[in-house]
């Protein structure tokens, strides 16, 4: 039995040693019945000395009670997405993008696998788990915190004081997936569909102990919010490893395309075997500070990308096709197939992308046909299998009408266009859109009361929002006649609105708030007049917006010309009375620390206030404001004599210039 603290102590270090032998390197030092009875002293000793417990024993791991609700944890630093690449082709496009940004070709990319699991992110503070929290919109997720400390693989406490952001995968190894299928068969629940939903279902469990029985891991495979001054990804990455968490069973450093390729062939060859589930690798620029130079774009960084495996391929039947109308008109043929099961998915509907595919591979209602899925990526058509035709296959006619308002459409060949402006495949989403809290944000205009205005033939378009008179809103079911008068004063009240909610609104494919605000502040209401290749100048936009906006541009000129005499859109305020006005105008400005608002929204302001806001402290920074736990930036500026101010300090100088959060 253990006598006192000092004894308590060393049983509480060698059990956790032997934990890290058996979880993290498979290698365990003693019988199973050895580690149960120390484990087993532990805890008699913990409970005769409750105040005495050291957080990091394993007997903490489980003990927390059923949550009612998942709280929402704000991630220190953003958890981006990843670029996918599915091809060697564009695994070379990727890598001459990112020559040509930073300008030279002697790099070397540290190659990691890609675990298909349920990301989460760690805070570890003063030695400590701090919090777990799962990916969620990237800058919130939720709280699995006593959840994550029932995961034998994440450590509870590591051997670094600093705050830091430690971000990786949680999985299940196949042959766990395979048995709690099996269990929950025989129970009469249903099963998961993949090995990846099954982490996924496990780790966000309102009770840690179900979580507990379900037998998962934690792969790192980043950091997030850090201090630490490494000069490239693999060094930064070992040190990560060296603090008790599982190494990948493979990571190389590479610095020729022929290597990536070659490693590339190697994990596919080898993924079947391995215990855990994989849907690719990951490629990542080795140098640090070059990640700052390449950037980011609206979704994922530019300096990583995920190559994904080939696609999962299976055999299936056309049963139909039919088409699709989306918001911008095009019209899509979909194939509806007999329900086939490809990767854990149940698959019903594949894309065809536009006719004129369906003409050049002869595809046919009634043909079997080879499907592939590929991640996320929606199943697609790739082969027509003609040796099992009958002669009963049907070919597919291109669509002279449009299969929701019967209207003529416009045939360019490669894409069909439903032209109707008063479609309503087009009109209803379109304004139910163009009302929504992240654009125009019109109360009292939701998808029920746009229905009820379209189906009663008061408005035909969005313009037709602004022609709406209080008579005619009292004539509508449920409207009287206050409720006709807000909803007016509602939807009068946004002219004048911020140029970016404004092109927000409108629905442009992959043109979202972010992108928006980049769009006013470069060209303000004369956005849509300007050469698409200026687009290709703003931070984050790549050929897919450009040819979006363009095509946009194209159909909704006229359209989009009327909104803004109507609406008379404010272009951004950043003009030359405010820039004269401002403390950071012409200023370079680094932040460091924890601060009240996320770190991309305060650069956005000081931005918007003329300064320059950088990554990294040298002479000619202005200013370092610093908030909690300040990190090695503090220091860097105290050294070279930088001016360092409080957080607080910051907002003084934005309200100064007219800029309030």
Known sequence: MIKDYKEYKEAV?????????????DNPEVPDEVYDKLYKEVEEYEKAHPDQIDPTSPTQRIGAPPAKEFKKIRHLTKMWSMEDVFSEAEMKEWLNRVYKTVGRTDLQFYIEPKFDGASLNLIYENGLLKSAATRG????????????????????????????EIRGEVVIRKDDFEKLNQERMEKGQSTFANPRNAAAGSLRQLDPKITARRKLYFYPWGVGYNTLEYKYLHEMMEFVYSLGFMKPFKRAICEKEEEIQQLYEE????????????????VKVDEIALHEVLGYTVKYPRWMVAYKFPAIE??????????????????????ILEP??????????????????????DIRIGDMVIVIRSGDVIPEVTKVLTQYRTGKEKKVERP?????????????????????LSCPARVVNSIIYFASKQCLDIPGLGEATVKLLYEKGLVKDVRDLFKLTKEDLMKLPGFAEKKAENLIKAIQSVKGTECWRFVNALGIEHIGEVASKKICEAFGNNWYKVDPEEFYKLEGF?????????????????????????????????????????????????????????REKIKELLEHAGAHVTNSVSKKTDFVFYGEHPGSKYEKAQKLGVPLLPEEKMWEMLKEAGIEA
Request: a negative charge.
């Open 314 to 335: 299976k055999m299936t039947r056309i049963i139909d096709i039919v088409p699709q109308v989306g918001r911008t008109g095009i019209i899509t043929p979909v194939a």
């Open 13 to 25: 270090e060698k059990l956790k040693r032997w934990a890290y032998a058996y979880y993290v390197l």
């Open 542 to 598: 790549g050929p897919e917006m450009v040819r979006s906006i363009k095509e946009f541009v194209e159909v909704n000129k006229d359209k989009i010309e009327e909104l803004i005499q109507i609406i008379q859109p404010i272009e951004p305020k950043q003009d030359e009375e405010l820039l004269e006005n401002s403390p950071f105008a012409g200023k370079t400005v680094v932040l460091t620390g924890e601060m009240r608002l996320p």
């Open 400 to 420: 002279k009408v449009c299969p929701v308002c019967g209207q003529p459409v416009l045939d360019e060949g490669l894409l069909i266009k439903c032209q109707n």
């Open 137 to 164: 919109d990237g800058e919130v997720g939720e709280d699995v915190t006593n959840n994550a400390k029932t995961i034998p693989s994440i450590p509870l406490g590591i051997d670094y004081k600093g705050l830091i």
């Open 267 to 282: 994990f596919t060859k080898e993924r079947d075997k391995l215990p855990v589930m994989l849907d690719g690798m990951v």
């Open 340 to 361: 086939v099961e490809i990767g854990g998915v149940i698959v019903e509907r594949a894309t065809l992308h536009n006719y004129a595919e369906i003409e050049r591979k």
